[in-house]
């Protein structure tokens, strides 16, 4: 019987009302000794517990965490497949721009907390006029005075959806992976942005700009990169800057990268999938609206300059689909690196193990992220 089935989830629900309608009458006849009380407390606790694995089990059937019974043993081969389509991803780079002159750095205000590593913006952007929050993970060597006329490279980080800024520091273990790929030299130091995504809050926005409502697009592609700009020591050019998101988030780290190639080297999708997928109103009502974001069709029509790491699983239905026609539609110069997690589900733990990865690919692939290059080094 299959671990996301129908049969499964209506077994559990039938076995939990029966235990609940069976345990209230057993309760009701057992006599009022220690040994009943015993009874009517085993009783309690075998009906508390059936209902949580059922309530569990509706939620992974409607969110495909974990999509077979070898998924959740973790008897599954995790062996993930990688295959690029389109151009070659280091072809896309020009020559990486020299570093901002020191008088500029010199000129940056001070941060809101000046000694810790996480910082905290609240931003009302100029061009959307959005308001909201921005959460920077900063490298560990940041304030470090030898390190005072050194740029970073950016990977600017999407949350799912529903999710915040803060989620990438700890829901797929953001700043462990970080850390990690920076300490074993597999990606340069590196200053992790995560913006608010929903306007207002809880609103599943898909990151676009809608008609006659929220900006989202020109909040992430242009306000958020020029607060960072303006308050950090970063990279300006796009080989030094990149997307990154999981679920909903990766959608709209394809969107940014794809759409905007002039801000954006490169994007890492992790669960993602190709089209807006509005979980209430539709936003986007004409075909002209729908098309300017479909991921697959601008591949197919623009080519943008780009490279995209895309993660999926065949036993992902949420993003299976969308991914692999991203890896379809890519034509030269458009680089997609499709990485295929066979038997795993939908969820964070998975996305954490393979955004190690997309560390690896872009300390390899992408010239602002690799250790000793431009960006790696002070000017």
């Not at 005075?145 to 700890?170: C, K």
Request: hydrophobic share 40%; glycine share 10%; with cysteine.
């Amino acid at each position: 019987m299959e671990l996301t089935g129908g049969p499964f989830v209506a077994l559990a629900i039938t076995v939990t009302t029966v235990a609940l309608i069976t345990g209230a009458i057993l309760t009701g006849r057992t006599r009022r000794t220690v040994w009943g009380a015993v009874q009517r407390a085993l009783a309690m606790v075998l009906v508390a517990v059936l209902a949580v694995l059922s309530v569990a089990i509706v939620l992974n059937a409607q969110n495909q965490w974990y999509v077979d019974w070898g998924d959740l043993a973790g008897t599954n081969d995790p062996t993930a497949h990688a295959t690029t389509t389109g151009g070659s991803a280091g072809a896309i780079y020009g020559a990486t721009p020299a570093p901002r002159p020191s008088a500029s750095r010199a000129s940056l205000p001070p941060l809101p907390s000046p000694n810790d590593r996480v910082q905290t913006f609240q931003v009302t952007g100029r061009r959307s006029g959005l308001t909201g929050r921005v959460v920077v993970l900063l490298p560990e060597d940041y304030a470090a005075p030898a390190q005072a006329r050194r740029d970073y490279p950016v990977v600017m980080t999407m949350h799912g959806y529903p999710g915040s800024p803060d989620q990438w520091l700890d829901a797929p273990q953001g700043r462990e992976r970080i850390d990690a790929a920076v300490t074993r030299g597999k990606v340069a130091p590196l200053v992790m942005v995560s913006p608010q995504l929903d306007f207002p809050k809880g609103t599943d926005s898909e990151r676009v700009n809608a008609p006659g409502g929220a900006q989202v697009e020109t909040w992430l592609t242009q306000d958020v990169p020029e607060l960072v700009r303006s308050r950090l020591r970063v990279r300006t050019d796009r080989a030094s800057w990149a997307s990154a998101g999981f679920s909903a988030g990766g959608y709209c780290a394809a969107m940014v990268a794809v759409r905007h190639p002039q801000t954006f080297g490169a994007g890492v999708v992790l669960g993602g999938y190709g089209r807006p997928t509005f979980s209430g109103r539709h936003v986007l009502r004409t075909q002209q609206q729908k098309d300017a974001y479909d991921l697959p069709h601008l591949l197919t029509t623009t080519r943008p300059p780009v490279a995209l790491w895309v993660q999926t699983s065949d036993g992902d239905p949420v993003s299976y689909a969308g991914s692999t026609a991203l890896a379809a539609s890519a034509k030269a110069p458009t680089s997609v690196t499709l990485v295929m997690a066979p038997g795993t589900g939908h969820r964070t733990s998975v996305w954490s193990r393979h955004f190690a990865q997309a560390l690896e690919w872009l300390g390899r692939t992408v010239p602002g992220f690799a250790v000793g290059g431009a960006a790696g080094r002070a000017a």
